[in-house]
């Protein structure tokens, strides 16, 4: 009989565009890595082969290429190969998943944005996902600063930034709600400081969540 892996758990980040999710999940997974502790890092969408490809049709492209509701089945899909093909093997083998987005993102973006979807967004969630994170980290900060750190990076994906500042205004208040009402597993960040001192209040609230 084989010996069974304590299961690991799912952390997510999530926040506006630029906020610093991807630095931040980095700077984590390498903290416990030299600790020697088993971690996965991956990203939404995208983390798996498949999911990686309707990453590419759902990022690319006008603003209008995609409606709200079309949207939300490709992210959807997207999660449903990545939780089958990486999340739920890493989390059985006992690994830390660490995951930049996840479903918050689905619900603020096509659930709160464009038209009120948030209803069909929570049923497809609890039909095909089914799953939340243990532990979720909310970086917040004020939207301007976040589009010009991702103005200074860009690149090809950039369907999202480009709806502008007002939009990125109201995803912000959907990610704080979202921490509002699930005090259990959000943690809001101050996220206009430097790399180094988010990531140790993000490490200090980890090991106390562990
Ligand atoms: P996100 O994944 O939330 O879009 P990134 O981690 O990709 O954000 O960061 C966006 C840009 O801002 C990158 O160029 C990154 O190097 C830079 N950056 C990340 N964190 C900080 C920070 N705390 N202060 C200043 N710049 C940052
Ligand atoms: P990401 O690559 O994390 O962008 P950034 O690094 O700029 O934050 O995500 C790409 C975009 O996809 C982002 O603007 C948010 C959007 N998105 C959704 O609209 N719904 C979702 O379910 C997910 C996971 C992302």
Redesign the pocket.
């Known amino acids: 009989m084989s010996v069974q892996a304590t299961p690991g758990r799912l952390v997510t980040f999530e ?5 610093g ?2 630095t931040q999940a980095r700077l984590l997974a390498d903290k416990l890595r030299g600790l020697n502790r088993p971690v996965h890092l991956t ?4 983390g798996s082969p498949g999911a990686e490809e309707i ?1 590419n049709l ?2 690319t492209g006008d603003t209008g290429r995609w409606s709200a509701e079309t ?2 089945l490709l ?2 899909a ?2 449903r190969d990545h939780l089958e093909k990486t999340i739920e093997p890493a989390i059985a083998r006992g690994e830390t998943v660490i995951c ?4 918050d ?2 619900r ?3 659930g709160a944005t464009r038209g009120d979807l948030r209803g069909v967004v929570d049923r497809l969630h609890a039909m095909i996902i089914g799953r939340e994170p243990d532990l979720t980290f909310i970086i917040d900060m004020d939207p301007e600063v976040g589009l010009r750190r ?1 103005l200074a990076r860009a690149g090809s ?1 950039q ?3 480009d709806f502008g500042v007002a939009f990125q205004e109201t ?1 912000r208040h959907g990610f704080l709600s979202i921490a509002r009402d699930n005090p259990d597993r959000c943690i809001v960040i101050n996220g206009d400081r430097s790399p180094q001192e988010v990531a140790a209040e993000i490490f200090a609230h980890y090991e106390s969540r562990a």
């Open positions: 926040g506006i565009d630029g906020s999710k991807s990203r939404e969408p995208g990453r759902v990022l949207e939300l992210f959807t997207a999660r930049d987005r996840f479903a993102s689905t603020v973006y096509q991702g994906e369907r999202f930034e995803i």
